[in-house]
């Protein structure tokens, strides 16, 4: 055989192999970032449970580091950017989870080295450049928890994040002094968003990095429910990270700011001086007189209850109306247009906000629920529409109040949105409840659906759960995509108008009345006379 011939052939041998490693999953090889080099890892070591189609692709990464220890001298600062690493870092395992974090088996540390993020891609090229979500998580928890695993949302072709951030005294810490601070830095003469600093920098981290995981930087949308939905909430209003998404998942979060709901649920915000004033008395309660010494303080001393819904603590660490990192009350930021005009998503569940499954009141109860909430003449009025005057019909009664209150407040919320702002709204309730528990369609209980990751929770899931899994992870993943979460395959969802529908998922596919149109009317005066958030 000639020379030749046998430089043809051995070229020949060597395509498919060409072309097999430019189209392996990302784990087959080192990813080189800007930072370092990185070792991913394959997501799933055989098929997962469900339905699942593109598993063998899919590449996870865990404990980037987006910026630098929070602890020491950091403590109670923006976050300070990460540092690069020789070698090449091995990313197999989850890394710290920040102080306050309670939820989950604690098989984790618990360090103030916190901030750091996980990915999961699907991408077989660097050059993919596929849509990328951000996962926030709600409050207890961390992204360590199997609840936020990515591999569902990666399997639709789509790279999916979730990061740690600061809670608590750490994260939501104001005082005058750290004020000072921070004006030094930003000119903003307020303290105390550290954690929504945090939620600002993955994102931001993201937007630089995430090409090198075949993400598209110019195609992020940004997702959480409760405590996370507060965060993209934060993310889609705030100056600080415009031009940087596309569009908003709000999974139980967003209501009419005339509700007082607002003022003790996830997106609950107090005023600059109420967290000042918080603040000193926090530095009492240790005993120092100054930022340096409570600094010095070791981190398990600063973990206090307190900042979470139904707490009974004295402390309430919370987000801040900073007019920096939050550029107006939501009223105002709704009216003036001050958010980023991107399409957003967002709903709630029906066992939530005061709806309880299986409640079993009495007359009298139901009575005294609904006088703590509604004043006369408004009570007179809402007993009209809810009648709880018997055994039989108190306790539906009284949830029926609460969810509808849900339903119609995230209504008017995108009808203050469209004052505004061209982008659509879409809006759902979620009616599903998983099996093996009995509290009904509860907060959170959507999360394994939408995200399709029942295969990493122990729980007895059915075929109905898996195919309800199927429809969630369909909407969800189609509006990351493009902004609109319709397909030809499942119901038409429209966009929230001046009709009073919203879309049934869960239990049912498509729009249904929020309630009766007296109800809807009914709210809406009763909020309309109450002081805006």
Same mark, same amino acid.
């Given at each position: 055989?000639?020379?030749?011939?046998?430089?043809?052939?051995?070229?020949?041998?060597?395509?498919?192999?060409?072309?097999?490693?430019?189209?392996?999953?990302?784990?087959?090889?080192?990813?080189?970032?800007? %930072?370092?080099?990185?070792?991913? %890892?394959?997501?799933?070591?055989?098929?997962?449970?469900?339905?699942?189609?593109?598993?063998?692709?899919? /590449?996870?990464?865990?404990?980037?580091?987006? !910026?630098?220890?929070?602890?020491?001298?950091?403590?109670?600062?923006?976050?300070?950017?990460?540092?690069?690493?020789?070698?090449?870092?091995? /990313?197999?395992?989850?890394?710290?989870?920040?102080?306050?974090?309670?939820?989950?088996?604690?098989?984790?540390?618990?360090?103030?080295?916190?901030?750091?993020?996980?990915?999961?891609?699907?991408?077989?090229?660097?050059?993919?450049?596929?849509?990328?979500?951000?996962?926030?998580?709600?409050?207890?928890?961390?992204?360590?928890?199997?609840?936020?695993?990515?591999?569902?949302?990666?399997?639709?072709?789509?790279?999916?994040?979730? *990061?740690?951030?600061?809670?608590?005294?750490?994260?939501?810490?104001?005082?005058?002094?750290?004020?000072?601070?921070?004006?030094?830095?930003?000119?903003?003469?307020?303290?105390?968003?550290?954690?929504?600093?945090?939620?600002?920098?993955?994102?931001?981290?993201?937007?630089?990095? =995430?090409?090198?995981?075949?993400? $598209?930087?110019?195609?992020?949308?940004?997702?959480?429910?409760?405590?996370?939905?507060?965060?993209?909430?934060?993310?889609?209003?705030?100056?600080?990270?415009?031009?940087? =998404?596309?569009?908003?998942?709000?999974?139980?979060?967003?209501?009419? &700011?005339? $509700?007082?709901?607002?003022?003790?649920?996830?997106?609950? *915000?107090?005023?600059?001086?109420?967290?000042?004033?918080?603040?000193?008395?926090?530095?009492?309660?240790?005993?120092?007189?100054?930022? !340096?010494?409570?600094?010095?303080?070791?981190?398990?001393?600063?973990?206090?209850?307190?900042? #979470?819904?139904?707490?009974?603590?004295?402390?309430?660490?919370?987000?801040?109306?900073?007019? %920096?990192?939050?550029?107006?009350? *939501?009223?105002?930021?709704?009216?003036?247009?001050?958010?980023?005009?991107?399409?957003?998503?967002?709903?709630?569940?029906?066992?939530?906000?005061?709806?309880?499954?299986?409640?079993?009141?009495?007359?009298?109860?139901?009575?005294?629920?609904?006088?703590?909430?509604?004043?006369?003449?408004?009570?007179?009025?809402?007993?009209?529409?809810?009648?709880?005057?018997?055994?039989?019909?108190?306790?539906?009664?009284?949830?029926?109040?609460? #969810?509808?209150?849900?339903?119609?407040?995230?209504?008017?919320?995108?009808?203050?949105?469209?004052?505004?702002? +061209?982008?659509?709204?879409?809006?759902?309730?979620?009616?599903?409840?998983? &099996?093996?528990? $009995?509290?009904?369609?509860?907060?959170?209980?959507?999360?394994?659906?939408?995200?399709?990751?029942?295969?990493?929770?122990?729980?007895?899931?059915?075929?109905?759960?898996?195919?309800?899994?199927?429809?969630?992870?369909? %909407?969800? +993943?189609?509006?990351?995509?493009?902004?609109?979460?319709?397909?030809?395959?499942? /119901?038409?969802? &429209?966009?929230?108008?001046?009709?009073?529908?919203?879309?049934?998922?869960?239990?049912?596919?498509?729009?249904?009345?929020?309630?009766?149109?007296?109800? =809807?009317?009914?709210?809406?005066?009763?909020?309309?006379?109450?002081?805006?958030?």
């Amino acid at each position: 055989m000639n020379q030749t011939r046998r430089a043809r052939l051995s070229l020949a041998a060597l395509i498919p192999t060409l072309l097999v490693r430019a189209n392996a999953a990302l784990y087959d090889t080192v990813v080189d970032t800007q %930072y370092g080099k990185l070792q991913g %890892y394959p997501a799933f070591t055989s098929e997962p449970a469900g339905n699942l189609t593109h598993w063998k692709d899919i /590449a996870v990464w865990k404990n980037i580091p987006f !910026a630098a220890t929070t602890g020491g001298q950091n403590r109670w600062k923006a976050p300070q950017p990460a540092s690069g690493w020789n070698g090449t870092r091995d /990313a197999k395992s989850f890394g710290n989870v920040c102080p306050s974090a309670t939820s989950g088996d604690n098989d984790y540390t618990i360090d103030e080295d916190c901030l750091n993020l996980n990915i999961w891609s699907p991408a077989n090229s660097t050059d993919a450049k596929l849509p990328v979500v951000m996962w926030s998580y709600p409050a207890l928890s961390t992204a360590a928890d199997a609840l936020f695993d990515g591999g569902g949302i990666a399997d639709q072709g789509i790279v999916f994040v979730n *990061y740690n951030y600061r809670t608590g005294s750490f994260g939501w810490l104001s005082h005058p002094e750290l004020s000072q601070e921070f004006e030094a830095v930003t000119g903003s003469n307020s303290s105390g968003n550290w954690g929504m600093l945090d939620q600002f920098a993955a994102l931001k981290w993201i937007h630089e990095n =995430i090409a090198d995981f075949g993400g $598209d930087p110019e195609h992020i949308t940004v997702m959480g429910q409760s405590a996370g939905s507060a965060a993209t909430q934060h993310i889609v209003n705030s100056p600080l990270t415009q031009g940087l =998404i596309v569009g908003g998942i709000i999974e139980s979060g967003v209501r009419d &700011p005339h $509700d007082p709901l607002c003022t003790s649920l996830a997106e609950n *915000y107090k005023t600059l001086d109420y967290n000042l004033d918080q603040g000193i008395r926090f530095l009492e309660n240790f005993n120092v007189s100054s930022i !340096a010494e409570l600094r010095e303080l070791p981190m398990n001393d600063l973990i206090v209850s307190g900042g #979470t819904f139904g707490s009974d603590s004295e402390w309430d660490f919370t987000a801040t109306l900073d007019y %920096y990192a939050i550029p107006d009350t *939501y009223l105002n930021t709704l009216l003036k247009g001050l958010a980023q005009d991107v399409p957003l998503l967002t709903g709630n569940t029906k066992d939530e906000s005061g709806a309880t499954y299986g409640l079993n009141i009495t007359v009298a109860e139901f009575m005294e629920g609904m006088a703590e909430t509604f004043s006369e003449p408004w009570l007179a009025r809402f007993l009209e529409q809810y009648n709880g005057n018997t055994s039989v019909t108190a306790s539906a009664a009284y949830n029926a109040q609460w #969810t509808d209150r849900s339903k119609v407040g995230t209504w008017l919320w995108a009808s203050l949105w469209a004052t505004a702002k +061209a982008s659509p709204v879409y809006t759902y309730i979620w009616d599903h409840a998983p &099996p093996g528990q $009995d509290q009904g369609a509860y907060h959170e209980s959507e999360i394994n659906y939408v995200l399709n990751n029942l295969y990493g929770t122990d729980m007895p899931w059915t075929a109905l759960d898996y195919a309800i899994a199927r429809k969630m992870n369909t %909407y969800w +993943a189609n509006f990351i995509k493009t902004g609109n979460p319709n397909t030809e395959s499942l /119901a038409a969802w &429209p966009a929230a108008d001046t009709n009073g529908t919203v879309q049934h998922v869960g239990n049912g596919w498509g729009q249904i009345p929020l309630t009766s149109e007296a109800k =809807i009317e009914l709210f809406e005066a009763w909020f309309d006379t109450l002081v805006a958030y």
